[in-house]
Nanobody, 115 residues
Framework: QVQVVESGGGLVRPGGSLRLSCAASGSIFSINAMGWFRQTPGKERELVASITGGGSTNYANSVKGRFTISRDSAKNMVWLEMNSLKPEDTAVYYC?????????WGQGTQVTVSS
């Protein structure tokens, strides 16, 4: 069994910054990719950023230049540095770890951008 746990969400003013952390643990043979999705009520979950074991990254157009994803593969950890936050970034952010042809999800952490 694999557990994925996120932390670091909260309330921030527009233009501010937050850093999300995520750790995967348990019966993990190898993790091919890790990343972040986000979801708001009534909308589908959307990819925010992902990173492979080799360090290749992918970002949603809406966050390019503002968010940075990084990873420590040895520790099965991933971080999302979020800068210049906007109200439209408000969502529940979910971390995932892709291993053994399956996605493992965290419970989500709320990010609220509001003045």
């Amino acid at each position: 069994q694999v557990q994925v746990v996120e932390s670091g969400g909260g309330l921030v003013r527009p233009g501010g910054s937050l850093r999300l952390s995520c750790a995967a643990s348990g019966s993990i043979f190898s993790i091919n990719a890790m990343g972040w999705f986000r979801q708001t009520p009534g909308k589908e979950r959307e990819l925010v950023a992902s990173i492979t074991g080799g360090g290749s990254t992918n970002y949603a157009n809406s966050v390019k230049g503002r968010f940075t994803i990084s990873r420590d593969s040895a520790k099965n950890m991933v971080w999302l540095e979020m800068n210049s936050l906007k109200p439209e970034d408000t969502a529940v952010y979910y971390c995932y770890a892709y291993s053994g042809h399956k996605n493992y999800w965290g419970q989500g952490t709320q990010v609220t951008v509001s003045s």
